[in-house]
């Protein structure tokens, strides 16, 4: 087995080297496709401009936390048409442009703020070597919330702090789907009953964060 499979790599990443600083693990990663698609017009093409290096947090290994420092490339997009003449090779899969955590790492950090909340995400997070704050596991529960709000019978409300205790919104939950389905900016009631009127379907509301979002029976 390969050191890369070993790592959970996908196909087109392939890790160089490793070495630990300070209890950090940080690995060298580098891209093996032969070419990359434009971002804007969908054309493949193995025309390389230059090279660059990207640091993002991993999932952690060995109970160390891990850094990745990928080697990617910059290409030159051959369709004339297209207004990007140069774009960024893309690792959509793995790690989304501009991240700075790899996708997997992402999805751990989001299960832990649904399963507890900021500062207790935050400490459960520092025993499973993910180094994050209680703002930022926040700012990722926050981003879960749909564009679009389904019909919905088990509604589960509460309230959250956007900063520190000093400003409060509502966090609203479909109990049966385990899913946030919005973020109000209060917690005034009347905001919260203006949001209702729009879901006459709604029939159980408990109000409990926790247990709205991991409640498994219904309400």
């Given amino acids: 087995m390969s050191f890369s499979s070993?790592?959970?790599l996908p196909a087109g990443l392939q890790a160089l080297s490793f070495n630990l600083v300070d209890d950090m693990l940080l690995i060298e990663v580098a891209s093996t496709a032969c070419e990359s698609a434009c971002p804007v017009c969908q054309c493949h093409t193995s025309r390389i401009h230059s090279h660059y290096s990207r640091k993002a947090a991993d999932v952690a290994c060995g109970g160390r936390q891990v850094r990745l420092i990928l080697h990617v490339r910059k290409f030159f997009c051959m369709n004339p048409d297209c207004p990007r003449k140069i774009f960024t090779e893309r690792l959509t899969a793995f790690l989304l442009p501009w991240a700075r955590v790899t996708t997997r790492l992402s999805q751990e950090v989001e299960a832990i703020g649904l399963a507890t909340c900021g500062r207790l995400g935050s400490r459960l997070g520092a025993r499973l070597s993910?180094?994050?704050?209680?703002?930022?596991?926040?700012?990722?529960?926050?981003?879960?919330?749909?564009k679009t709000t389904d019909k919905v019978?088990?509604?589960?409300a509460d309230d959250f702090s956007f900063r520190r205790g000093r400003t409060f919104g509502t966090?609203?939950?479909d109990l049966q789907?385990?899913?946030i389905l919005d973020l109000l900016p209060d917690h005034q009631k009347d905001t919260t009953a203006a949001?209702?009127?729009?879901?006459?379907?709604?029939?159980?509301?408990?109000?409990?964060?926790?247990r709205a979002v991991t409640?498994?029976?219904p309400v």
């Fill in 153 to 156: 019978a088990h509604l589960g």
């Fill in 171 to 173: 966090v609203l939950v």
């Fill in 195 to 210: 949001w209702m009127k729009n879901h006459p379907e709604i029939t159980h509301i408990p109000r409990d964060a926790q």
């Fill in 6 to 8: 070993l790592l959970g």
């Fill in 130 to 146: 993910i180094g994050i704050s209680r703002t930022s596991i926040l700012r990722r529960v926050m981003k879960l919330a749909s």
């Fill in 215 to 217: 409640c498994s029976e």
């Fill in 177 to 179: 789907r385990h899913r």
